[in-house]
């Protein structure tokens, strides 16, 4: 099969892509390797930035984002048994909305068929071939078959542990990473939010926070140690933790349920510089990530590709290549910010191991700072709505 863009991976970046160059009629293809189903089960991130929903606008597939979307015009910063509202409408006049990445990833699979957007899923051994020549290609099995798809250029959409990344030789590759000592544990319940807006907590207990998926859905993290497994929170042992740090600080309290979801991710910041090697493109999480403190790892995922599908556009177009030279550089000076951004709220509101009596004294003061300081305030909410593209 040829194709104009052959797109590795179905989650937000790869989806995005396929249907924005489609909206401008240049053919390509998406190549996952899970179900369908599978990709629609990963509970991953809830708040999107007004770049993400106004993509969704633009491709005509924001109905239930519309309908169904909380607006949240704050959020909120606490400690043990302080509460501080970051006023983000006030501040920034804009707002960020409570979507589901599954949501966000199920009105894109679903408006495909009728974009002309082929998803092939359940692909195997997808393998990209001649990346830095002019004729690059993937291959993958399905159904006992290798299927060969011949593009111009290959968009690595396939998050942190796919295929494309791995296909830049060594001798051109810049990266940089951090790890961090603890994970996120995370449930999903059908019970209603203990706090109209989120809450990021630096508590006595450690880090948590309180998000919501809608007025009757509650999403709730904590932070644990990397030795932790799933298996070593019962449910009632989670409601309890949570109870102890979000009742003092709430405006209604937690309430238990039976859980939909409970898992573990690690915090990690990391980015992989080398975004472009010949007609291969990295968007997404196969180039970066950063710890989910602040909720940018969906948005960049978005802004990435908003770059990418323009400099494409104007390829087909107008045979003009500037957008293609300029989006590794592009990209970076927004992926840079928004992991600076990451990083520092991850070690504002978390307890790190190694850190003793006096980092913690910094962090107190920090949020001190932060509770009297409009200007401290307006530099955190323009962060968390989302830098300009
Ligand atoms: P992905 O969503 O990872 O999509 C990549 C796709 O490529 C997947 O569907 C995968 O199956 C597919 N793929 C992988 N390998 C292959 C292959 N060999 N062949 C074909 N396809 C392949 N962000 C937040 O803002 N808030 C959060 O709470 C949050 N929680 C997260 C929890 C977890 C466990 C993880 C992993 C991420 C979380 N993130 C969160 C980050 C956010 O979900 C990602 O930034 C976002 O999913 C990036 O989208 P993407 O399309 O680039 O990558
Ligand atoms: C959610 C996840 C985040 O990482 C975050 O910063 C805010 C909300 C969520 O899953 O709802």
């Given at each position: 099969m040829k194709t104009k863009v052959a797109i590795v991976g179905a989650g937000p970046s790869g989806l995005l892509l396929g249907h924005l160059l489609r909206a401008e009629g240049i053919d390509c293809v998406v190549v996952e390797r899970q179900s369908r189903d599978y990709v629609l089960g990963r509970i991953r991130a809830g708040v999107l930035e007004t770049i993400t929903t106004d993509l969704m606008t633009r491709l005509g597939v924001d109905a239930r984002l519309k309908a169904e979307g909380l607006i949240e015009g704050g959020f909120n910063l606490a400690s043990t048994n302080h509460i501080v509202r970051i006023d983000i409408a006030a501040l920034t006049g804009k707002h960020v909305t409570v979507y589901g990445q599954t949501e966000v990833t199920r009105d894109l699979m679903d408006a495909a068929p009728d974009r002309g957007l082929p998803i092939v899923f359940e692909a195997k051994d997808v393998a990209l071939h001649d990346?830095?020549?002019?004729a690059p290609s993937l291959t993958y099995s399905k159904d006992g078959e290798t299927h060969r798809i011949e593009a111009d250029f290959i968009a690595?959409?396939?998050?942190?542990?796919?295929?494309s990344r791995k296909a830049i030789p060594a001798h051109a590759v810049r990266e940089y990473e951090r790890e961090y000592p603890f994970g996120w544990l995370g449930i999903l319940a059908d019970v209603p939010p203990c706090h109209p807006e989120l809450i990021y907590a630096n508590t006595d207990r450690g880090f948590a926070l309180a998000s919501m998926r809608s007025a009757t859905r509650s999403r709730y993290y904590i932070q644990v140690p990397l030795?932790?497994?799933?298996?070593?929170?019962s449910e009632d042992r989670l409601w309890d933790e949570l109870a102890a740090r979000f009742d003092p600080i709430s405006d209604n309290g937690v309430t238990r349920g039976p859980a939909l979801e409970m898992s573990i991710a690690p915090l990690r910041s990391y980015v992989f510089?080398?975004?472009?090697h010949g007609r291969l493109f990295l968007a997404g999480d196969s180039a970066h990530i950063v710890p989910p403190t602040g909720a940018k790892g969906l948005n960049l995922a978005a802004s990435d590709v908003a770059y990418l599908s323009d400099a494409l556009i104007a390829h087909y177009a107008r045979g003009d290549d500037r957008g293609l030279e300029q989006y590794q550089a592009k990209a970076l000076a927004r992926i840079w910010k928004a992991e600076r951004f990451s990083w520092f709220l991850t070690k504002l509101m978390h307890r790190f191991p190694e850190d003793g009596a006096f980092e913690h004294r910094m962090q107190t003061a920090e949020l001190d700072y932060v509770a009297s300081s409009e200007a401290m305030q307006t530099a955190i909410a323009e962060n968390y709505v989302g830098l300009p593209l």
């Open positions: 990346v830095d020549g002019a690595g959409c396939d998050g942190f542990h796919g295929p030795t932790d497994r799933v298996e070593d929170w510089e080398t975004m472009r």
